[in-house]
């Protein structure tokens, strides 16, 4: 795999997006970095982190600390997971193959997307554990096989994206004329039914048959039902929802606005964090995507109730600037980010990260 060399100055994720938007074809940059509308999601998935304030405990006995996770039944060494990202061959000719040896030698699970630009099938051969992530499709004899494909090929869980019947208004694609660039694509879906449905009036298209077939919730228990494999639904912001989830069977939930490129103007994933984890309580996971960054945004999701949480676009970043090599270093990064926020915090392990540690500002006033 092609050998690249990651700048001296790369310290942290955020680096790895400068050397990225300096890099990287400004279509490509508009797809990836892209989000819905005007981005108001977009920025506050950051903002929302920083409104958030840590409160500290010192002196507290850290021998034997460790990042370690129950997740699904399985010690992971980290919280920190691969969120679903489709056609990672924009950036780097290897793609997903790429992605997957990183996670490999990092000890991270990687969520393919149904949408990547290399088969299912190939990147199950790089050693990585692996989830598969799907949209639900009209035809679901189609989720059906493709649910079938990632299980006889080892992967460990299924997630079922919810939040995007329609891709959202891309503005930012569209204004920079984003397409395809030739030789990436989903090959995964290549023998399947287009989902485009052909417009009949003139007008708007929406709702003349583009979401005629979208998935609802009947569907969502009849995939649960189908899989042989533990299922997290991800895309839910309202608790209400959550639970429903849960009802339809769902194993875990993953709290995300879809990193901002769906419907504008939601709220950040971990404004609503602690409403979902009261609603179901426990004993099913909730994780968390959008806008993490820093080693003390994990603490902060961990802090509210999140079991773990996945990581978008700095993964693209590191791999379209250092490849294998850029993945694993931003994720060894990230890792050693939030052992230091740890120690500082004075948690040992992942139970000692509790809602204590969130600063409440109104708590003197009350
Ligand atoms: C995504 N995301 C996504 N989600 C999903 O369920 N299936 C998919 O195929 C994709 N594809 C995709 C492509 C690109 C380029 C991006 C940036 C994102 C959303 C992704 O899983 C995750 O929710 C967000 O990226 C998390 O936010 P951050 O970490 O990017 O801020
Ligand atoms: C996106 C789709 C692929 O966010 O989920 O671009």
Redesign the pocket.
Known sequence: MLEMTIPPDTVSLGCYQRHFLARIDKRIVA????FAADGIS?RD??AAFERLKLLPRMLKNLAGATTQINLLGRRLPSPVLI?????HR?VHEAGELATARAAALTGHIL?V????SVLLEEIAEQGAALWF?L?PRRDIEESYDLMARATSHGYRAL?I?V??PLSGLRNVEQRAGFVLPEGVSAVNLAGYGLEDIPVRRAGSPVFQGMLDGAADWDMLRRLIDRSSLPVLV??ILHEDDALCAVEAGAMGV?V??????ILDGVPAPIDVLARIVRKIGDHVPVLL?????RGTDIVKALALGARAV???????HALAVGGVQGVAHMLTLLQTELEMAMALCGCATVDDVNHHLIWNENRDQG
């Open positions: 797809y990836i970095e892209g977009y998935n950051f969120a679903p990202m489709a056609y924009l969520t997307s149904a949408q990547s992530q949209y997630v994206t939040d995007a991800k895309g993953i995300s606005n879809h990193g901002g490129r995507d959008g806008g993490i960054r996945m990581l978008g676009r700095p993964v693209l």
